[in-house]
């Protein structure tokens, strides 16, 4: 199928009002988060810390605050960003989700724009250079969110993939996120679901792959009409890699 039918689910679960300003907690205990309270109570801490600090970026309340923390929770099972990339990926129960999805998809959009002139993913434990794809006609694309550094790994463990995302006319792009992360040194970018790529090359050699992804034109996650941040404008390049 085409990349925009494989949107369509998504695109129907942000019809309407009432997805927006819904509370972290509330959208995790919809979700089946596991132990939300407590995700919520930390992601919450963080956020309120960071206004206090006034290091939110522009434009960003708390509690957009709270959704970029609970997108980028560390954990075992299934953290709030498990649980959004395996609906996302398998389009499955998005309706359980879309409150999460929603306020994830607004937060994210709100943070500061990122360009590189390369963008890199490590996948571990997959040296297989197509497994993680879909392949829609005419390319290829991640379904979810993923996260890519401007640095190059120096080495990439065995098995394990390397995607190398540029370019094709210019930067790439994403959303930095870096400041939400253990690490803010690293430059993190998150980059969002269903964004279409061409495969430049690839190659794999001692059970190590390594792809060069090309980025196309695509329309970015729209959101709801009653949200706050505005949905982007139809045609915007962005770059996607495999979900964590």
């Not at 300003?21 to 919809?30: E, F, P, Q, T, Y």
Request: glycine share 8%; with cysteine; proline share 7%.
């Amino acid at each position: 199928g085409n990349v925009e039918g494989a949107r369509a689910a998504i695109t129907a679960l942000f019809a309407g009002d009432g997805a927006q300003g819904v509370a972290l907690r509330a959208a995790l205990d919809k979700a089946k988060v596991p132990h939300a309270d407590d995700v919520a109570k930390a992601c919450e801490e963080r956020a309120r810390a960071m206004e206090a600090a006034h290091k939110l970026p522009a434009g960003m309340t708390a509690q957009d605050a709270e959704f970029v923390f609970a997108l980028v929770h560390d954990g075992e099972g299934d953290t709030p960003r498990a649980v959004l990339q395996a609906a996302l990926r398998q389009r499955k129960e998005l309706a359980r989700v879309r409150e999460l999805m929603c306020g994830v998809a607004s937060a994210v959009q709100k943070l500061p724009r990122a360009e590189s002139d390369a963008l890199y993913r490590v996948v571990d434990g997959c040296a297989d250079v197509a497994a993680p794809l879909f392949r829609p006609k005419g390319g290829v694309r991640w379904p979810c969110y993923a996260f890519a550094t401007p640095a190059r790994p120096a080495s990439v463990k065995a098995p394990g993939t390397l995607y190398v995302l540029n370019g094709t006319a210019g930067k790439v792009w994403g959303y930095d996120v870096s400041a939400f992360m253990a690490h803010p040194e690293m430059g993190h970018v998150v980059l969002e679901p269903d964004t279409c790529f061409k495969v430049a090359s690839a190659t794999k050699k001692d059970d190590v792959g390594e792809v060069a992804l090309l980025m196309a034109v695509h329309k970015p996650m729209a959101l709801p009409k009653s949200g706050a941040a505005a949905a982007p404008q139809k045609g915007t390049p962005t770059a996607a890699a495999k979900p964590a």
